[in-house]
C-alpha cells in the first residue's frame, strides 16, 4: 500500500470557474510540468463539448485536484461505457481526446507526481470499483511514465517524431535529410525563389475563411479518409482555432494568386506541432506539401523555436526529415473489482485486433 499526501480529489465540470482560472493561468505561464498545446484548457473542453457531452455512452470525470487551500492539478477523463441491450457489459477511463491528443497527461504544477496518481488512482478504486483505466500515449516525460501500480500492464505504442531545432544550422535540417529529400527540398527553394507566380505565407491566427480552404483542400486531397469528412470534427477544429487562435498558424504556398497547399500547426512553448494540411492536387508537380514543411521549419529556425514536431505517427515523408523518434507506451490499471469482467473484455479486444489483422 502506497502512503500519500491528503490531497483532496473531486469530480467536477468544465463550469468550474476557479479551476478554468487556475488552469488556464498555469498553462499560459508555463508552469506546468507537462507543457503542451494539449494541456491548454480550451482543447480539452473543446473535445468535450464536441465528442462526450452528447454521446450517451461517455461521461466525463473530470478530477480537481487540491493540497491545502490550493489546486495543484486536474486529471481530465471521461468513462466508456459498452452495452449489450440494457446491461452495462464493461467501463473504462480514457484521457479526454483520446487517440486525438497528441501528448495527454495530468495538468499540474507539481513536480512529485507519483503520490498524486497513487491518489488518484484509490479515488477511481473507490468510486468506480468496475471500472479500469486506460493511458495511451505515455511518454518517457510524462507524469504518468513512472507509475505502474499493481496489476498494470504495458503495451508498445508508436513512434513520435520531432526534428531538435537546436541542434540546426541554417542548413542543419537540409543537411540530416536523406538524399531524396535534400533533392526534393533544393528544387523547391529553387522554384520558390525563381518562379514569381510561387509565393510562401505564413498566417497566424488566421482568419475564418483561411482555415475554411484548408478544410476544403484536405477534403479534396484525402476524400472520405479526411478526418473532416466527419463534420463534427470540423466544428471541433474551428471552435478550437477561435478559441485558441493565437497559437494556430496557417502556412500557405501560392500560385498564381491562389492557395496551393495550407498547413495547419499549434504554437506552444517553444514548439511547432504539425498537425494536418491540404493540398490543390492540380500543383502536385509543384510538390508543394515539401515546399511548404521546408519554409516553415526554416520560420521556425528563424524565430527561436527549439522542435518542429511531427506528432505521433511514422509515414515515410516524416521519416525523409530523419527526425529524433521516442516511443509511447499504453498503461492498463486493472479494475478494483470485477476482475473477471475485466480479464473478458480484455480478452474480446485482443480478438477484435487480431481479426482486424487477418
Not at 41 to 55: A, I, P
Not at 73 to 82: H, I, K, M, N, S
Not at 109 to 115: H, I, L, M, Q, S
Not at 173 to 185: D, N, S, Y
Request: hydrophobic share 40%; glycine share 6%.
Amino acid at each position: 500500500m502506497v502512503a500519500v499526501p491528503p490531497y483532496r480529489i473531486a469530480r467536477t465540470t468544465f463550469d468550474d470557474t476557479a479551476l478554468q482560472e487556475w488552469w488556464q493561468e498555469a498553462y499560459h505561464a508555463g508552469t506546468l510540468v507537462r507543457n503542451t498545446f494539449f494541456q491548454s484548457w480550451e482543447w480539452n473542453k473543446s473535445w468535450y463539448s464536441h465528442y462526450v457531452r452528447n454521446d450517451a455512452r461517455r461521461t466525463l470525470v473530470l478530477l480537481r485536484i487540491e493540497s491545502g487551500d490550493a489546486i495543484i492539478g486536474a486529471v481530465p477523463l471521461f468513462l466508456q461505457t459498452r452495452k449489450a441491450g440494457p446491461f452495462t457489459v464493461w467501463r473504462y477511463f480514457l484521457w479526454i481526446a483520446d487517440r486525438l491528443s497528441q501528448y495527454p497527461d495530468m495538468i499540474t504544477t507539481e513536480t512529485e507526481v507519483g503520490t498524486i496518481w497513487h491518489a488518484v488512482l484509490h479515488f477511481l478504486h473507490e468510486e468506480y470499483p468496475d471500472a479500469w483505466l486506460t493511458l495511451h500515449d505515455v511518454l518517457p516525460e510524462s507524469t504518468a511514465a513512472g507509475f505502474s501500480p499493481k496489476g498494470s500492464r504495458l503495451q508498445e505504442g508508436e513512434p513520435y517524431l520531432r526534428i531538435d531545432l537546436a541542434d540546426c544550422g541554417a542548413d542543419g535540417v537540409l543537411e540530416r535529410c536523406v538524399p531524396h529529400m535534400q533533392r526534393e527540398i533544393l528544387r523547391s527553394r529553387r522554384l520558390l525563389a525563381e518562379d514569381p507566380a510561387i509565393a510562401w505565407q505564413m498566417h497566424p491566427a488566421p482568419k475564418e475563411s483561411l482555415l475554411e480552404q484548408l478544410i476544403r483542400l484536405n477534403r479534396e486531397r484525402f476524400g472520405a479518409s479526411s478526418w473532416f469528412s466527419d463534420r463534427r470534427n470540423e466544428r471541433f477544429f474551428m471552435e478550437l482555432c477561435n478559441n485558441l487562435g493565437n497559437e494556430l498558424l496557417i502556412s500557405v504556398i501560392m500560385h498564381e494568386g491562389e492557395a496551393v497547399h495550407l498547413m495547419a500547426s499549434y504554437l506552444h512553448a517553444g514548439t511547432v506541432h504539425y498537425v494536418l494540411s491540404g493540398m490543390d492536387a492540380r500543383a502536385k508537380r509543384l510538390s508543394p506539401g515539401t515546399m511548404n514543411l521546408d519554409a516553415t521549419i526554416r520560420w521556425a529556425l528563424r524565430e527561436g523555436f527549439r522542435f518542429f514536431d511531427f506528432l505521433r505517427g511514422d509515414e515515410g515523408y516524416k521519416r525523409e526529415f530523419c527526425p529524433d523518434e521516442r516511443h509511447s507506451v499504453h498503461l492498463t490499471v486493472p479494475a478494483a473489482g470485477a476482475r473477471t469482467r475485466f480479464a473478458l473484455a480484455r480478452a474480446a479486444q485482443r480478438g477484435r485486433r487480431t481479426l482486424d489483422r487477418s
